[in-house]
């Protein structure tokens, strides 16, 4: 029996890993929310503006772990679940070594590139050296962020979520703070950077503390076996394709908006299309307590608790997240609006009701994606995401040639369809015995759509506003309760 199904108090860890993943996530946003206005005041639009490429790019170069973080949580969890916990303090120690191998090489590119990537900007002749140096200075914060990321996934699959969201939340507040700090001093780039290059060595040593002290990895050998880099690699490496082909496909839509309809026209589809983008912290929080228990429960070979634990993972998603989708779809017009002003709302807030469309069925999405890179499909994902771009890509194009930049919003809403269906599809295929739950699957993101639908098309305000709110209290309750009853499937 998987070690996730022994006890009630490890049973609680979904609806608390969840909640300190969403605290990890959602605090730091809050507090950039407030900094951003004084950082943007402090240091001027264009040393600003080079600070969000750094922030973009430390995140960005954590490609260069080729997916090793997360096999880290799939072979680590495969390990915990089947009981065979001997060598997962070897497994750790090739893993973290072939990862700080790969971060010093990305450390050396950056260094060597940088006068060139700072060319490619347009920035002031005066800020040149600043920004090269700036630049280089990331550079050797990147093998911290690239072996954070192995660090994370070993606590993720001992489900030490409170531990990582403890250190994710300072590092959070820690990206905004530092930068804060050094404006008392100066306003240049150069000790901006080296106070967010400082804060992810202090992260990553906390992280690197936290994992010695676990019990699999302090009672047993920490040896480098070059047997288990082909396990990691094996599966990290489709994990990189798909990080490479996502951020692709999550800007495409604004490279070609610049380019078939107008450059001026942009901020109507990304400031609505951003919005939704911040929402993702939510699914992906959820989806990282879902990724280990899956992958232990299918090592441990109880695998027909597998159905309902899939079921129970999508009601709860679904329900979580419906309150989000729901509201921004019926109060598109009204919330921006207040917020970006009437003329902006026009032209916006038929673009954000598509988009909240799609945040519902790409939230969904999450869960069978999360379960074939668990029972070591990770290559299906892979595959998908490279059939979806050309697919995408000529859809968007037509979609902008007939109906604007109303055309993206759609098309990005049908891209996160066509991806639910086929990782159901695929999620099927690869154990049958899901179908009945998938049916059910679907069924829950059209009853979520058709709500959606419903309470947009209330016509007086009061109504609205009761509407989406006994609907939201009433979902956020049933997908704590459904967390909560995880733990009856053993």
Known sequence: MSLLFMSPSRQRSFAHGIAWNLAGAGIPLVFAFLAIPI???GYGNARFGFLTIVWSLIGYFSIFDFGIGRALTKVVSDRIGAGSTGDIGDITATALRVMLLLGVLAAVIIELAAPKL???LKIDASLLREAVASLRILGVSIPFVILSAGLIGILEAHNQFQSINTIRLMMGLLNFAAPLVMLHWSNHLVPATISLAISRVVTTSLYFTRVGRLESISTSSRSFEKRHIRELLGFGGWITVSNLVSPLMAQLDKVVIGGVVALALLPFYSVPADLVNRFSFAPISMVGVFFPAFAATWASRN???LPPMYA?????????????ALCLYAFASEGLGVWMGHDFSVRSAPLLRWLAVGLLVNSMARIPHAFLQAIGRPSVTAKLHMLELPIYGGGLWLLLTHFGILG??????GRMTLDFLLLVACANVAFPELAKKSLLLIFAVFAGISLMLGVGSVGPMWLKVLAASLISVTSLGYAFDTLTQIRRHD
Do not use: F, N, Y
């Open 118 to 120: 700072v060319g490619l």
């Open 39 to 41: 950082l943007l005041s």
């Open 408 to 413: 993206a919003a759609i098309a990005w809403t």
């Open 303 to 305: 695998r027909a608790a």
């Open 312 to 324: 129970s993972a999508s009601k709860a998603m679904c329900a979580a997240m419906l309150p989000a």
